[in-house]
């Protein structure tokens, strides 16, 4: 069956979403699963009254056709239910209620349920929606707390001047590569900013969730084609006689994966 | 679908993915279907009537592309001639080596075909590709080995429009005694492919990717390269591919081939200049969008019926099933639409991040498209791209300034 074999209901809340937006404001809480690496992501939040009742519900999803029918329709399903009755939703009445998914998509109702299930945990453990914010849950694997992590590349001495680079004085030397920067502080920062003059593809990879960067790196950081990489811990390289690719650690998913990568940037001495 | 759109109503734009057959080259198959319908092995009157076309079509085909009819054996497609060839080529000078090197912005058939020779006692190397997607003839060169014997490199890519350099990568494995594979699916009808020029020892071709009917392709195997057949039977194609001939299809893929050969030059210029208004209003009108694969720009880099974009903050297939509602026919290479749930290996391999990779969306023209298209399709594609941006947890419009 093709992925989108789609029942009619499938497609009319795909089409005509429910419940679309964000909730702020006193006694909400908000449910994050899922991982741009599998496709799909979903928030989901929720407004509580003193009786327990799921009194306002509102969702966004990144994903395909049945991941946004079935954020769509567990919101419809739940608004008006206390939070147990809430927590007894099943993947499965998500799936029926949209009259059926192909094999393939339900994986999709079960992240609705699962995002579901987050912002009822947030609410019950006092989770303010900015401190949700910082931790997303993935299906798979528990959430790892973003503590300090040592880089230690294990091969890096074997690619310096094949790839890896610890200054860059000519930033035209990697024209057109694929540079990925270690995220060393403002400097660094600031240096992979500029190499977007020379090449369309700069990663400026970290460990934690965010850059350790000025407020002022930050901003002019948001507004550059730097793509951001973040909990990702760099392991080692590989390369048929000059650096290739990166085998990073992603620290949320708790999985290794390849980084395509033709020059390495890891600035020394970030004063 | 909504019931009022008809499909004939529909903006196609997927020409990668199935070419209309031309009705020139319909009108050249009847006569096979019930007039002309001999077994072109069989000795009587009729036999000889499907010969005589069989051998006329070949020799159209084969000067399409600058090669001798006796270097042209037909299959059921070029997914079979990629088996038949590389397999084929491995197998039977398995006594000089066992090792072939591809590229990562192979067609999903060449690398299953990899997976395929690699369980069966074979060693293959894959060369990574630049950020535009390009295979660089100095990387390659640097995994060959002693036991090399067979290169695979696809003259461009069918899903980001990169042509590669075969001429470049030809020549520089002239005289090595390692073979050369080309699958030319997605150039074919769109670039000059010339076996006269171009020293490579073995091509795969489409019929349909040049308006011919489906299910019937061709491998070009230059003479003096040695191939076993993958199909047993009967022994037809030199022995190399058994099995009746399709004469019908075989004389639509000869009708097609001619088409080309008279209108190729002007029907790519007129194709270029549909493309890159597409690109240029895209880039212009919707924010937080990027072309994946080498500049439009630059025409010797890219195939020109291909305009590859990925949109930040939105997946794949959700925009492929919104311009359906809209009467746009466009394609993704989103990991949700895809059999396997994986995003696609080329656009990895190029180097983007897994998000990336599902926010893509590709548009490829032909023949039949019409510049009005263009304005069809951007009157619903930056609506279908707010809306799914208003919906998503990752995407931010930058705040005014």
Known sequence: ?271 | MPSHISTTDVVYADYQASKPVDARVVEAMLPYFTRIYGNAASLHALGDEATAALESARLRIAAAFGAQPSEIIFTSGATEANNLGIIGYMQRNRRKGNHVVITEAEHISILNIAKYLEKNGFRVTRCPIDLYGRVSPKKLRARITDDTILVSVGWASSEIGTIQPVQEIAEMLTGTGIALHTDAVAAEGLVPIDMSTTPVSLMSLSSNDIYGPRGLGALYVRKGTQIAPVLMGGGQEHGLRSGTEDVAAIAGMAAAADIMTAEMSAETTRIRAIRDRLVERVLAEIPDVHLNGAPATEPGRRLPNNAHFRFAGVEGEAMVLSLRDKGVAAATGSACSSKTLEPSHTLISCGLLHEEAHGSLEFTFGRFSKSEEVDRIMAVLPGVIARLRALSPLYEAAAPA
């Open chain 1, 1 to 271: 069956m093709k992925s989108t074999q789609y029942t009619e209901k499938t497609l009319d809340h795909f089409r005509n979403p429910r419940n679309v937006g964000t909730l702020e404001g006193p006694n909400v809480a908000v449910g994050r699963v899922g991982n741009p690496v599998c496709g799909d992501m979903m928030d989901i939040y929720i407004r509580v009254t003193d009786e327990d009742r799921i009194e306002d519900i509102k969702f966004q999803t990144f994903g395909c056709g049945s991941a946004v029918a079935t954020s769509s329709m567990i919101t419809e399903l739940v608004k008006g239910m206390t939070l147990d009755e809430a927590l007894h939703v099943t993947r499965a009445d998500v799936a029926d209620a949209l009259e059926g998914l192909p094999p393939i998509k339900m994986h999709c109702s079960n992240l609705a349920a699962d995002a579901l299930h987050e912002a009822v945990k947030n609410w019950r453990e006092h989770v303010s929606p900015e401190d949700a914010s910082k931790k997303r849950v993935d299906k798979s694997c528990h959430a790892r707390p973003a503590a300090v992590v040592e880089v230690e590349i294990s091969n890096l001495d074997e690619y310096k001047g094949k790839g890896v680079y610890t200054r860059l004085d000519d930033l035209s030397e990697v024209a057109d590569q694929r540079v990925v920067v270690l995220d060393t502080g403002d400097r660094s920062a600031q240096l992979a900013i500029d190499l977007t003059e020379h090449t369309g593809r700069v990663v400026l990879m970290t460990t934690s969730k965010e850059p350790s960067v000025s407020s002022a790196v930050r901003s002019a950081l948001r507004l550059s084609d730097v793509k951001l990489l973040s909990e990702a811990q760099p392991l080692e390289l590989e390369g048929e006689g000059e650096l290739e690719r990166i085998r990073v650690h992603d620290l949320n998913e708790d999985e290794d994966y390849e980084l395509t990568a033709d020059a390495l940037v890891v600035l020394e001495d970030e004063s």
